[in-house]
Each structure stands twice: as C-alpha cells, then as structure tokens.
C-alpha cells in the first residue's frame, strides 16, 4: 500500500473538494471521474458517461432495487443509473459544496446525504446494490470501507468499484516521485494495488466475480484536464485566484504526475465486480474469478 508521507484525513478530503469545487466543475464538469474511452474520438462528456453506464452494465441493475452510490460527487452517476434503470439511490459525500449542488438537481429516487461512508449509519442487508468510482482512494480505512459495503448489502448484492490502483512492486522511483506525491497532493490516505483491493475485499467476505484493468481507456483524462486548466488560467481571472491561492492548489502538480502515471505503468485503473453470497450459497474459493479477468 503506497502510504503518504503527510497522511490523510476524511476532513482534508472534504476541504479539498469543498475548495476546489469550482474548477473541478469548469474544467470538467458534474463528474468527478475519469472518462472511458472506446473509439478516441468520444467527447469528454461521453466517455464519463460511457464510465457510468459500464458500471451499471457490471451490476446488472433491476428496476425498482435500492442502491447505494459510495462517494457520489455531485449524484451525477447515482442520476443517471437511476433514470435508465428505474432504481433507488442513496449517495453519500464528504462534500457540502457536492451535496449542495446535488440538492440543487434532485430526480427522483435519488437521495444524496452529507455523511462519510466509514460511519455511514445505513441498515443491515439494506441494499441490493452498491457502486464506489473513484472514491475508495479517499478512505482512511481500507478494510472498513469493503465490509461497510458487505453489511449493507443483502444475500447476493453486487458491488462495483473502480479505482485508482499502484502498480503492482512498483520500483522505488515510481514510488517517490510518482506514487506518493499522487497521494500526498490528491488527498488519498493511500493507494492499493489490484492484489492488495482483492485481498480486502475477500477478506470481507466477498467473490470476486471479475476484475478488468483499463487504464489505456481512461488514461486520456489526464491531457484533456491538463489542456482545460490552462485554458480556464488564461481565460478566467477567478479560476487563476483560485487556482494560485487555494490551500489545495497543489493538486495542480499532480496533473503532470498522473499523466506521467499512467504512461509509465505506475498507476493502473481498475474495475473489480464483487458479490456478496446468497442465503445458504457456498462461499467461493478465495482467489477465483470470472472471465471477465484481464
């Protein structure tokens, strides 16, 4: 696990995102997550839209099911998925300046709630199906957030995460001028590998029904971003105040760095699908997964 080496809290997490709010909005807009790019030739808007959708394509959501979207943003995935599945959410943020713009476009059967997921206060086998994008990176405790997720859901829930995974025995220089600065400037308490996020998730009782690295579709991110920040510096004298002024204004550098990344195999992006056992199911065998493998 790539640790910082100024660590990290929920609440550094929460001003980052409170403060930054803006620009994350300007630059790149209500989702706040990589794109997924199939052709190259999709918009920024698509292939954030096309991330979404696989994660619903991954859950296999049925109309009228209660999910829970973990770090939603600004509810723009728990939205979407609600409108084209006809399914209940309820998102959870850490960020007021999210929650607010999320109260601000409610649809219904969407219910955003100002609250960390580590003590997230949801019932028992409450929901039939959960999702994490991006957000799994922002949690103190690791462990924790994998068997919040397996309480909350019921006998036979599914569970999507996509995240931002180090390379696996990533040498020593990838580490230190890559990999932690990553953490240290983006607010990620750590960053696990793909071995280390199956370990906890099995641990926490979980299948791992299939798992797909795709860090070459997502990659392009990172240039549109660089290339939007820029344009909005040059253009916007409130984006450059902020931007130049922010506590949080050293997420900046990270920009380079992910690009760097991602071209480097430092940092991968991956999709784990999980399932949590049914009533009177045997337990899989640990370490077993679905061809969806890659």
């Excluded at 009228?64 to 943020?93: K, P």
């Excluded at 029904?209 to 860090?215: I, K, M, N």
Aim: proline share 4%; charged share 25%; with cysteine.
């Amino acid at each position: 696990m790539i640790v910082p080496n100024i660590s990290q809290n929920a609440a550094a997490v929460a001003d980052h995102y409170d403060e930054l709010d803006p620009i994350y909005r300007r630059v790149w807009g209500e989702h706040v997550h990589h794109g997924l790019w199939s052709t190259g030739r999709e918009t920024p808007a698509d292939a954030v839209e096309a991330l979404v959708d696989t994660v619903g394509d991954r859950l296999r959501l049925v109309p009228g099911e209660a999910c829970v979207d973990i770090g939603c943003g600004y509810g723009s995935t728990a939205r979407r998925l609600a409108v084209a599945h006809g399914v209940r959410v309820t998102g959870l943020t850490l960020s007021s300046e999210q929650a607010r713009y999320a109260a601000a476009h409610p649809v219904p059967g969407v219910d955003v709630h100002l609250r960390d997921w580590l003590v997230n206060g949801l019932t028992d086998a409450s929901a039939d199906a959960a999702w994490a994008i991006e957000s799994s990176e922002h949690m103190v405790d690791k462990p924790k957030f994998f068997s919040e997720a397996h309480r909350v859901l019921s006998p036979g829930g599914r569970f999507v995460v996509c995240a931002w995974l180090a390379e696996t025995n990533a040498s020593g220089w990838k580490v230190r001028h890559l990999l932690e600065p990553i953490c240290r400037e983006g607010r990620l308490p750590s960053m696990g590998t793909r071995e280390e996020y199956e370990a906890m998730a099995m641990a926490a009782g979980f299948a791992i029904d299939g798992y797909e690295d795709v860090s070459h579709r997502v990659a392009r991110t990172w240039t549109i971003c660089a290339r939007g920040l820029v344009k909005a510096l040059l253009a916007d004298r409130e984006t450059r105040r902020l931007a130049l002024g922010a506590r949080n204004r050293i997420f900046v550098l990270s920009i380079p760095r992910l690009i760097l990344a991602y071209r480097t195999g430092a940092m991968r992006y991956g999709i784990f699908t999980l399932s949590k056992a049914r009533e009177n199911e045997a337990p899989r065998e640990p370490g077993k997964s679905a061809a969806m493998d890659r």
